[in-house]
């Protein structure tokens, strides 16, 4: 009896020391461990014919996955990853047709996309920037993922080079634009004659990837997809929410945590002399 | 209980023993106060992906972020471990500003205000303790984006509409309801607090890559001198399924 009124008495001391944290201190820690990432598949000939499953740690992500196709971002822990591609009903021991090993860093955003032709294919671990743009911009950056182009220059039809020296299979960085729509053109380095063009369209506040496609019979495009949206103008600072009417002041402490404090008290307490009775009998 | 199915016979009835019945009686309401707080049923651990259970928006196809076409049910490869696997889920159509925020856990139910930036470049705060506001310059609910609704902890006099925001835990429900009628819920990730000195404007405002709910209250000490708190509460939410 004794013996489980002292196991008692601990373990309800040890819930009230593991529970009091949640009314102190109810705000979740961060869950600073954590990074984001998406799956792409930019390679033109593996596709509808070899539909692939992609796996993230030994957890399958995907089970069909078509070109041009570009995932939701996903929370994983951060630190080292692989990820690996193999056809649809490959067993999970088979080699993978393409593997990636790389490291997540906490907070930051990633895409691995899989480029190249078939016969070569490729996964690539790109940085995705999910800073706050300049107040009123977007922020777009291009990604060389058609097979057979020469080293290219990326510009605004009839006006600014946003990138220059761009080859497969590299991402650009990210460029500040104003809202609008934007024809981009795509030149060999140096030369006049475009190779591609097409018609971006960005908001203030949105990062945006444009994947510059094509090849092995598929048409060369530019392929525009969302990274994230911010807030167009961001306010500054904190926010005002509070008057001070709940706050802790001079007065006695809240009467839940009072009761709490007197009922451990009285419960040790009357454990003690319980005992101390038992012992001089 | 398991005392008295280990007690072979009813033995006399010892003052020691009252005494100890007492004391344990006592533990057993401490305990039982230090539980409430954490009856709140929580969900998934903190930051975990949640996708609905049956998620009733489909991904927008009209949408900007083209989503890898996923079964409902992944059919099973042996030895790999199926992942909730990432799901955009937006609200189709054009956006529709929120005019109503219900949080079942904390009992919260409120209309919503418009609200803006102050001269100082500071976020507008409702007018009215009692109802919450959305910050019109961002994202709705339902768009890719962060949606950030404040309202205040308490008033000069006693608590306000978001006094109990601090017991929201990861898998709280938040739904909002907007002019076009779509009612979206939302699936607290984590609640976080940020001195007001130092706060993540780009964290809580930058870009997000999902359809994003932020709910910003004040917390921490209360500084008198200034008459405010030094602290602001974010619960970081994500969109989870709609209906209409």
């Known amino acids: 009896m004794r013996g489980f009124l002292r196991a008692f008495l601990t373990v309800a001391l040890a819930v009230c020391v593991l529970g009091m944290p949640r009314l102190a201190a109810p705000a979740q820690a961060a869950p600073g461990d954590q990074a984001m990432i ?7 000939d593996a596709s509808y014919v070899d539909v692939y499953m992609v796996s993230l740690n030994r957890k399958q992500l995907f089970p069909n996955v078509f070109y041009k196709g570009v995932s939701a971002y996903w929370k994983v822990a951060a630190g080292p990853f692989t990820y690996e591609v193999r056809p649809a009903g490959a067993t999970p021991e088979s080699t993978p047709a393409i593997r990636v090993t790389g490291k997540l860093e906490a907070g930051k955003a990633y ?3 899989a480029v190249g032709r078939k016969a070569q294919l490729r996964g690539v671990l ?6 706050p743009s300049a107040p009123g911009k977007a922020k777009v950056r291009f990604l060389d993922a058609a097979i057979d182009l020469p080293q290219v220059d990326i510009a605004l039809a009839g006006g600014r080079t946003l990138s220059s020296g761009v080859s497969f299979p590299q991402p650009t960085r990210y460029a500040q634009l104003a809202s609008g729509n934007y024809k981009v053109e795509v030149r060999r380095t140096g030369a006049e004659a475009v190779l591609v063009k097409g018609n971006v369209a960005v ?3 949105t990062v945006t990837s444009v994947a510059l496609l094509g090849g092995a019979g598929k048409p060369r495009e530019l392929f525009a997809f969302g990274d994230a949206t911010g807030t167009r103008v961001a306010p500054s600072g904190g926010i005002r929410t509070g008057a001070g009417g709940t706050a802790p002041s001079s007065r006695a402490p809240a009467a839940p945590v009072l009761l709490l404090v007197l009922a451990v008290a009285a419960g040790a307490g009357l454990l003690a002399v319980s005992t101390r009775r038992r012992v001089r009998a | 209980m398991a005392a008295a199915r280990r007690t072979p016979a009813p033995p006399p009835v010892r003052p020691g023993r009252v ?5 344990a009686l006592a533990l057993l309401l401490a305990l039982g106060s230090c539980a409430v707080p954490s009856a709140q049923p929580s969900g998934p651990g903190a930051g975990a992906i949640a996708p609905g259970p049956a998620p ?3 991904a927008d196809p009209a949408g900007p972020l083209p989503g890898v076409d996923v079964p409902a049910t992944p059919p099973e490869a042996p030895g790999f471990e199926v992942a909730d696997a990432p799901r955009q889920v937006t609200v189709p159509g054009p956006a529709s500003p929120p005019v109503r925020l219900t949080i079942p856990a904390i009992r919260v139910a ?15 705060v409702p007018v009215d303790f009692a109802r919450a506001g959305w910050f019109a310059e961002g994202p709705t609910p339902g768009e890719v984006g962060p949606a950030v609704v404040a309202g205040h902890v308490d008033s000069r006099t006693g608590p306000a509409v978001f006094f109990r925001l601090r017991e929201l835990r990861p898998g709280d429900t938040v739904q909002v309801e907007r002019a076009d009628g779509a009612r979206l819920r939302f699936v607290v990730e984590q609640a976080r607090s940020f001195p007001k000195a130092t706060f993540p404007t780009a964290e809580v405002f930058g870009p997000a890559p999902w359809a994003a709910l932020r709910l910003v209250t004040c917390g921490g000490d209360f500084d008198r001198a200034r008459g405010s708190y030094r602290d602001n509460l974010v619960v970081f939410a994500r969109l989870a399924s709609v209906s209409r």
């Open chain 1, 126 to 131: 790109f940085r995705d920037d999910m800073s």
């Open chain 2, 56 to 58: 009733a928006g489909p």
């Open chain 2, 110 to 124: 409120t209309s919503l205000v418009r609200l803006g930036r102050e001269r100082d470049g500071s976020m507008q």
């Open chain 2, 19 to 23: 005494l100890k019945a007492l004391g």
């Open chain 1, 203 to 205: 908001r203030q506040g």
């Open chain 1, 38 to 44: 998406r799956i792409a598949h930019f390679s033109p």
């Open chain 1, 111 to 113: 895409t691995v996309a």
